[in-house]
């Protein structure tokens, strides 16, 4: 079966950085789009980047500029670099892997969390004021 592990997600002061790592098993990651994705309290999970197989990535507007999407092909590790953390970048983040291998579309096809089968459990980022 295919799993997901996140790791990296901390607490640490507005203006920080993290890296979050997402490590998969029984999946070659680059034959197929990674996501994350992150839920707030109450919220609703929400899309945050995502890195195709081809190395094309997607972000949410309010990622853009202050988080990056990569992916190791050797390790089988798609990461998030996440700088100048906010507040309100507080969550549990997800990573979730595609149904289809290859997979084609725009933006709003990666930014759609029923387009991905394979859910890893979460991390939780905090950032203080």
């Known amino acids: 079966q295919v799993q997901l592990v996140e790791s990296g997600g901390g607490l640490v002061q507005a203006g920080g950085s993290l890296r979050l790592s997402c490590a998969a098993s029984r999946r070659t990651l680059s034959s197929y789009a990674t996501g994350w994705f992150r839920q707030a309290p109450g919220k609703e999970r929400d899309f945050v980047a995502a890195?195709?197989?081809?190395?094309?990535?997607y972000y949410v507007d309010s990622a853009k500029g202050r988080f990056t999407i990569s992916r190791d092909n050797a390790e089988n590790t798609v990461y998030l670099r996440m700088n100048s953390l906010k507040p309100e970048d507080t969550a549990i983040y997800y990573c979730a892997s595609s149904s289809r291998g290859f997979p084609t579309g725009v933006y709003s096809y990666f930014r759609s969390h029923s387009n991905y089968a394979y859910w890893g459990q979460g991390t939780q980022v905090t950032v203080s004021s």
């Open positions: 890195i195709n197989w081809s190395g094309t990535t």
